[in-house]
């Protein structure tokens, strides 16, 4: 080969190591968060799935253990809403939701007692309910707070619906190192050219075969975690003469915990997801309970107020039939009238001023734990792609450049 075009060959190592470094971490980066659904055939296992969707309840999982689950007290955010302010927001709507169930629920339980009463009489049975509205509702929400931990799970909620949108974590991950992965890759190109000067050297005194291709594994190896290393090392700043050293993504807690908090409060614990969890999550059972004792109790004081022989008049199995349909109607509409309060609940219960501040005041050891559980369980099938990749190009190099046709 001649001797000018061997010493361009040369220098082309660190460049190749350069472009190999940076495509090893892309696809890194890539990797863990897409496909969103699994790609190829499942059984036997060929194919690929993101790393973070696949893991996904498993990340949700670690995500509330280190970070929701420690900052958020369901107790404390159910104590912010207020019975006044709840009723006026769902009034309206559920005085309309109110007629229908007291007519669908008579015309089932009471239908003959029903149809004689005239529309005067009925109209006065509506008035008697809408004006103990605002009194049912404080004593249910009031109970609500005092059982609040048996209704509400919030590692459930999390959970399941990260579980079921599989997108969203991975937008949480990315949101909150939405600094941190470019520099992944970015850097990836510059640590590739300088690991691969060292190569180069090696190869012009010593050609063996494997050196290029072991160069190009070491580059996709080394560039992925030391890339790992500066995001998250030191975890407490260091001061190295006049400069303050500490991890990439513990630097920025201030600014990671903005978007975060911003991000939870939008997209997973905002109202509409807390009352759906309330509502069909493992405590739904109690909020039954709950609503029996209140309906229940509201039917007894409407019969013995307005006629003391009403209950007499229809039997007690259909009175009892009565208070059963009126809870269970009752339950199954409620998101027909709850969804009225998104407004007022997201702003009472301030979700993400209150995750933003409690965030900014974790220790770093604590807050790594925001970002660190996309890397650190699998962050080893990464590294080693990167190898594998690095060795397959490594490889190339040596057939197509340096071997004589």
Known sequence: MDWIVEHKLLLLIP???????????????????????????KAPYLGWQGLIPQKRREMAEISVDLVLGKLLSVQELAARLEPKKITEAIERRLCQVLKKIINDVMRESAPTLWAALPAQGKALVYARVEAD???????????????????????????????????LINEIFLTAGNKEFPFIIRSGFYFGFLLGLPTMVVWYFFQAWWILPLGGLLVGYLTNWIALKIIFEPKNPIKVGPFLIQGMFLKRQNEVADVYSNLIEKKLMNSENIIKAVLHGSGSEQLVELIDLHVNDAIERYVSIAQPYFGL?????????????????????????????????????????????????????????????????????????????????????????????
């Open 15 to 41: 460049l190749i190591s350069a472009v190999v470094g940076w495509l090893t971490n892309y696809l890194a980066v890539k990797m863990m968060f897409y496909p969103i659904n699994f790609i190829g055939i």
């Open 133 to 167: 509205i605002p009194n049912v509702i404080e004593n249910m929400v009031h109970d609500f707070q005092y059982n609040v931990v048996e209704i509400l799970d919030i590692k459930e909620l999390v959970v399941e619906y990260l579980s079921d949108h599989p997108a």
């Open 313 to 405: 008049g229809i039997g007690s199995e259909k009175f009892f039939k009565m208070q059963e349909l009126a809870s269970k109607r009752i339950y199954e509409n409620s998101e027909k009238y709850l969804l009225y309060m998104h407004e007022y609940a997201d702003g009472a219960l301030n979700i993400g001023e209150d995750l933003r501040t409690k965030m900014q005041a974790l220790s770093s050891e604590e807050f790594e734990g925001v970002l660190r559980p996309a890397y650190q369980q699998d962050e080893w099938k990464l590294i080693l792609t990167g190898a594998v990749l690095g060795g397959i190009a490594g490889t190339l190099q040596v057939v197509y450049l340096f071997i004589p046709v």
